[in-house]
C-alpha cells in the first residue's frame, strides 16, 4: 500500500476498471459503514416516518368515517379503549365505531401529527447529515490520497479534471446512492403498503390510480430521455463559453495586445449563438412535452374522482373510503415518477464515483521503499551516479543520459546549458519528483531511494523557475517554508531575503494580500519572497532554478545579493540562466541534451574555449570575464 495514504478507507489493491456496480457499492460501503449509527438512524426514521403517514392516513379514514355514519343516524354507543380504536383502525375495521370515539380519535391523531412533525425532523435531518460526513471524509481521502502522488498524474491530468472529481463527482455519487436510492427503496414500501390498504377499500379504484401511474411512466420514459440530451447539450456548452470567458479575460493582456478584439468578439458571438439555438430547441420540447405532463394528471384526476363518485351514489364507496383513496393517491402515483428518472440519476451517481475511485487507484510512483528511514543529521555531498532519465508521456526520448558528478558538502555547482536541455529535470531529480530510469542519486553516499520521502524533502530547499506563491498574504506565505516559524523569524528572513524593504512600504507590510498566484508582486519581488522562504526553511540543501524572464538590473542587484547569502554553509544546486549569477560557484556544469559535456570551475572552462566558453562569449562579448 502506498505508504503516504495516511488516512480514510483507501482500498489497497489497485484494481482495473471496469468498476462494476458491486464494485463500487462495496468500495462507497466503507463510507457509510464508518458513519453507521447515523446510517441505522436514517432507516429508523425513514420507517417511522412511513408509518406514521400510514397511519394518519387511516386515522383520517376512521374520522371521517364515523362522522359519516354519525350524521346518518348510526354510530350509537359507548366509548372503545384506545388499544382498540387503534388496532381497529390499522385493520380498517370501523363499523363499529361509535360518535362517543371521535373525541378519542382526534386526540390520537392529534399526538402522531405532532408526533409526526418531530420524526420529520430527523427524518430530514439525520440523512443530510449523514451524506455531508461521508462526502467530507472522501474528500479528505481523495485529497489527501492526490497530493502524495508523483507529477507524472498531475502531468497527464488537467487541474480541471481534479477539481471536478474532488467536488462534484463525489457530492453526486453520495448523493445518489445515500438518499436518491434510499428514497426510492422506502416510496416502493409505501406503494405496497398504499395498495394493500387501496384495494381493501376498492380494487377497482386501486386500479384506475395505478393505471394513472403507469401514464405517467410512460410519459416520461419516452420524453425525459430527449429532455435530458437537450438539456444535457445546453450545459456543455455553457461550459465551453464560460471556459472560453476564463481563459480570454485570464489573458487580456495578449488578446489586447495582439488587438484581436474583433476577432475574438465573433468567436464568442458564435458560442452564445450557438447556445441560443440550443436553449430554445430544449424550451419547444419542454413546451410540448409539458402538455402530456400537465393533462395527464388532470385526466387522471378528473376519472378518479368521476368513478369515485359513481361508486359512492351506487353505495358502492362510503364518502369516507373517498376521500382516503383521494389522499391515498400521491403515495401510488409517486414512485412511477421517481422512477422514470431513477436510472439516470444512478447512472450519474455511478459515473461520478468510478471517476472517483480511478483516481483512488493512482499509485505514486515514487514512495519510500521498505526499511525507509528519516533523514538525520544531513552533511551535504550530492552525488548522481550515471543518472538517466525519460518521461513517460515521451518514452524512449531521453531527457538525461548518464549524468555523472559530486557536489562536496558546503559546495556550490551550477547547471548550464540551452533551454530544453534537462537542467530543471535534473534538479527535479533530487527531491524525488521523479526517479531516474536507471542509475542513482546520493546524499552522504546513501541512496537517496533509501530515505523517508517526507524527510528527503524537508532537507531541500528549493526555489523555483516560477516563483510559486498562494493566495493570501506575505506573512502566509513565507511562512509555508515553515509553518510553526514565529513573526521575528519571519521578519529576519525577509530581510536577508531583501524583501523587506518593498514589503515595509506596502500598506499592510507583510499582512498584505498579493493575490492569486501573487500576481501583485513584480518578478523579482516574488523571487525574493521565494527566497524568503528558504531562508526559513533553512535547507541543507539548496536547489535554485532561476527565473527565466530578466529583471531589471537593481531588482537583479537585490535578487543576486540575497541568493549569495542564502548560498553560505548549504551545498547548492543553480541552475543559472544569467552567467552573472555564478561566478562564484564552485563548479560548473554544462549540460546539453541531457548530457554533461562539460565540468569545472569559471576558469577553467574559459581556458578549455569549450561550450561554456562559447555561452559566455555570447552573453558577456568575447574575452571580458563575469
Ligand atoms: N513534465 C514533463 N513531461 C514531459 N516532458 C517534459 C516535462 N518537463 C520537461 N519535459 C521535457 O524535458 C526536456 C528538458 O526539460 P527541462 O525543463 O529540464 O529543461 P531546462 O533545461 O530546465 O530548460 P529551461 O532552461 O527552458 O528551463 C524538454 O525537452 C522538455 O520538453
Ligand atoms: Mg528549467
Redesign the pocket.
Known amino acids: 500500500m502506498d505508504t503516504r495514504s495516511r488516512i480514510g478507507v483507501v482500498p489497497v489493491e489497485k484494481q482495473k476498471t471496469p468498476y462494476t456496480l458491486t464494485a463500487i457499492l462495496k468500495r462507497l460501503f466503507p463510507y457509510f459503514i464508518a458513519e453507521k449509527n447515523r446510517f441505522l438512524l436514517t432507516f429508523v426514521f425513514v420507517g417511522l416516518k412511513i408509518a406514521s403517514d400510514l397511519f394518519l392516513l387511516l386515522m383520517c379514514r376512521s374520522i371521517l368515517s364515523v362522522i359519516e355514519s354519525w350524521v346518518k343516524g348510526n354510530a350509537r354507543g359507548g366509548a372503545h379503549s384506545i388499544a382498540y380504536l387503534v388496532s381497529h383502525t390499522i385493520a380498517m375495521d370501523t363499523s363499529s365505531f361509535t360518535a362517543a370515539d371521535l373525541p378519542w380519535l382526534v386526540g390520537i391523531m392529534g399526538s402522531v401529527v405532532i408526533a409526526f412533525f418531530s420524526v420529520g425532523y430527523f427524518r430530514s435531518f439525520i440523512p443530510a447529515k449523514l451524506i455531508s460526513n461521508v462526502t467530507f471524509a472522501m474528500r479528505r481521502a481523495l485529497y489527501d490520497h492526490l497530493q502524495c502522488l508523483d507529477?507524472f498524474f498531475f502531468?497527464r491530468t488537467r487541474s480541471g479534471e481534479i477539481t471536478s472529481r474532488l467536488i462534484s463527482d463525489i457530492s453526486q455519487g453520495v448523493q445518489v446512492f445515500g438518499m436518491t436510492l434510499t428514497i426510492f427503496i422506502f416510496q416502493l414500501i409505501v406503494f405496497c403498503f398504499s395498495v394493500v390498504f387501496m384495494t381493501r377499500v376498492s380494487v377497482p379504484m386501486t386500479l384506475l390510480v395505478t393505471s394513472v401511474g403507469v401514464l405517467i411512466l410512460i410519459n416520461m420514459l419516452l420524453f425525459v430521455p430527449q429532455l435530458r440530451d437537450r438539456s444535457l447539450a445546453v450545459q456543455k456548452k455553457l461550459g465551453v463559453i464560460s471556459g472560453m470567458a476564463n481563459e480570454r479575460f485570464g489573458g487580456i493582456k495578449v488578446m489586447q495586445s495582439f488587438t484581436n478584439e474583433d476577432m475574438e468578439l465573433e468567436r464568442f458571438t458564435e458560442q452564445i449563438d450557438n447556445h441560443r439555438s440550443l436553449t430554445i430547441n430544449l424550451a419547444r420540447l419542454s413546451s410540448f412535452t409539458g402538455i402530456f405532463s400537465q393533462s395527464i394528471p388532470l385526466v387522471g384526476n378528473t376519472a378518479i374522482l368521476g368513478m369515485g363518485a359513481f361508486l359512492v351514489l351506487s353505495g358502492k364507496l362510503t364518502l369516507a373510503d373517498l376521500t382516503f383513496l383521494w389522499m391515498m393517491r400521491d403515495h401510488i402515483l409517486n414512485p412511477f415518477q421517481i422512477f422514470s428518472n431513477l436510472g439516470e440519476q444512478v447512472a450519474i451517481g455511478l459515473g461520478g464515483l468510478e471517476r472517483v475511485f480511478e483516481f483512488f487507484d493512482e499509485r505514486s510512483s515514487i514512495k519510500d521503499m521498505p526499511g525507509a528511514v528519516p533523514v538525520k543529521q544531513v552533511n551535504g555531498a550530492v552525488e548522481f551516479r550515471d543518472v538517466s532519465f525519460s518521461?513517460p508521456?515521451?518514452r524512449g526520448q531521453e531527457?538525461l543520459s548518464h549524468l555523472s558528478f559530486r557536489v562536496e558538502p558546503g559546495m556550490s555547482a551550477a547547471f548550464v546549458?540551452?533551454?530544453?536541455?534537462?537542467?530543471?529535470?535534473?534538479v527535479?531529480l533530487l527531491s524525488r519528483f521523479y526517479d531516474p530510469t536507471s542509475g542513482g542519486i546520493f546524499i552522504d553516499g546513501r541512496d537517496i531511494r533509501e530515505f523517508e520521502v517526507e524527510s528527503l524533502r524537508d532537507n531541500i530547499g528549493v526555489v523555483m523557475?516560477e516563483a510559486i506563491l498562494f493566495s493570501g498574504t506575505i506573512r502566509e506565505n513565507i511562512r509555508y517554508g515553515r509553518p510553526d516559524a514565529r513573526d521575528d523569524e519571519i521578519n529576519a528572513a525577509l530581510k536577508m531575503a531583501n524583501a523587506w524593504n518593498f514589503v515595509a512600504e506596502m500598506r499592510e507590510g507583510t499582512e498584505t494580500v498579493i493575490g492569486e498566484r501573487g500576481v501583485m508582486l513584480s518578478g523579482g519581488q516574488r523571487q525574493r519572497i521565494a527566497i524568503a522562504r528558504a531562508f526559513l526553511k533553512n535547507p541543507r540543501i539548496l536547489v535554485l532554478?532561476e527565473a527565466?524572464s530578466a529583471l531589471d538590473s537593481v531588482s537583479e542587484h537585490y535578487v543576486q545579493e540575497a541568493i549569495e547569502r542564502l548560498l553560505k554553509g548549504r551545498t547548492t544546486l543553480i541552475?543559472a540562466?544569467r552567467l552573472s549569477t555564478i561566478a562564484h560557484v564552485d563548479k560548473i556544469l554544462v549540460?546539453e541534451k541531457?548530457r554533461l559535456v562539460e565540468e569545472g570551475s569559471h576558469t577553467e572552462l574559459i581556458a578549455k574555449n569549450g561550450t561554456y566558453a562559447a555561452f559566455h562569449a555570447q552573453q558577456f562579448g568575447k574575452g571580458k570575464g563575469a
Open positions: 507529477l502531468d518521461y508521456s515521451e531527457v546549458g540551452a533551454s530544453g536541455a534537462g537542467k530543471t529535470t535534473a527535479d523557475q532554478d527565466t541552475i540562466h549540460l541531457g
